[in-house]
């Protein structure tokens, strides 16, 4: 019966969640299951879709279902800016599950701001407070104070993965909220950063190396510094000359220093000097556990390869990647099993918001329904995320 009810939902609503999800009539209409001109009906008032029909648009446009009975479009969504790289034609367009990562965040952000005013937290002063008419070096000097992370630190690092998952802790250590997805081609976004005097917050592309991960998240930790929020692509060239490249450039540089300390990898390199080049790079890689790549970038400035050499580098090391990331894609199809449920979610969201949720969770301050759509995930799995988090509580 649900089928022939009809639903009286707001034409200007339905275009907003379209819109927004980042979808043409044509794309929109093929998921719902209904004819373009259907949904156009839908759109200028013309046609009331059905009840089942308007559950399937919320599936899709990803909205609950009474936002489309309000009066008129809610405002909830700002497109961040565009720093990525890309084509002319192609800047600002984000495709929808871009969109709804960057809309998740966004609320996630949201909810933590407003509890940390609650609870009565200081601002954070390191949010905006440098510009990018600072030096380098005195930016990338610093973050290294406020991350705590030393030389002899990264010395005592076993690989690169301890060594992700250690600046991923100095960031959260500081204040700083660190997510991570998958559900993003690598060649739309290597990450976001959304500054937030109270929760600042850093996306990370989960379909990235370990080692290009490391580096979007500092490259992202600086967006933070210079309050600039954003979503950042691939390479951009130092001689770029727009606005947006200049933030971008300065963030490499930044982070590229803040991993490999020009002055470090100058005293490093005087033990490689009967060595080629690439192994000199492979050896330099191991020391400082960053990606071939970033090693190869800071050569140029030591004029030991030029920009033609280096994007020879460039490009193979990506094709590297990909080929190593099907080789174990193919490898874990193959074996059964995998991590369980409640920790691929605890990676994703972050164990400091995840503490955060269940914190509030725990006191009462939240209901189990706003747990489900904070943390994305069932309500059953609470209690093993909280065995994890806090072991000495079971």
Known sequence: MTRSIKAPCTPSVLVWARKTAGFDHAAAAKKIGIEVETLRAWESSD?????????????????PLAVFFLPEPPRDFSTLRDFRQLPQTQKGQFSSKLRFLIRQTQYRQKWLSEYARQQEAKPLGFVGSVSLDDSVDAVARK???????????????????????????????????????????????RGFAMPDRFAPAIMVNAKDSEGGRIFSLLHEYVHLLLGAEGVS??????????????????????????????????????????????????????????????????????????????????????????????????????REGGP???????????????????????????????????????????????????PSRV
């Open 233 to 334: 692509g691939l390479h951009v060239s130092p001689r770029s000359r727009s606005a947006d490249a200049r933030v971008e450039v300065f963030c490499n540089a930044v982070a590229a220093e803040l991993l490999v300390p020009a002055r470090e990898l100058t005293e490093r390199l005087k033990a490689t000097e009967s060595f080629d080049v690439d192994t000199r790079i492979r050896k330099m890689a191991k020391v400082f556990l960053v990606s071939r790549e970033v090693i190869a970038r800071r050569f140029i400035g030591l004029r030991l390869l030029n920009n033609a050499e280096y994007n020879a580098r460039r490009d193979q090391y990506r094709r590297d990647f990909v080929d190593r990331a099907k080789h174990q894609r193919e490898a874990m199809k193959k």
């Open 143 to 189: 973050a290294s104070r406020q991350l705590r992370v030393s030389m002899a630190d990264r010395e005592s690092w076993t690989g690169m993965a301890q060594a992700y998952r250690a600046w991923i802790a100095a960031c959260e250590r500081i204040g700083v909220f660190v997510f991570l997805s998958g559900g993003v081609p690598i060649e739309e976004m």
């Open 47 to 63: 046609q009331q879709p059905t009840l089942a029909k308007l559950r399937k648009a919320c599936e899709v446009y990803r909205r």
């Open 340 to 390: 369980p449920y409640h920790l691929i979610k605890l990676r994703d969201n972050g164990r400091t918001f995840t503490g955060f949720v269940l914190g509030a969770y725990d006191e009462g301050n939240i209901t189990g329904s706003d747990v489900t759509e904070l943390l994305d995930m069932k309500l059953n799995h609470v209690g093993r995320l909280e065995a994890e988090l806090f």
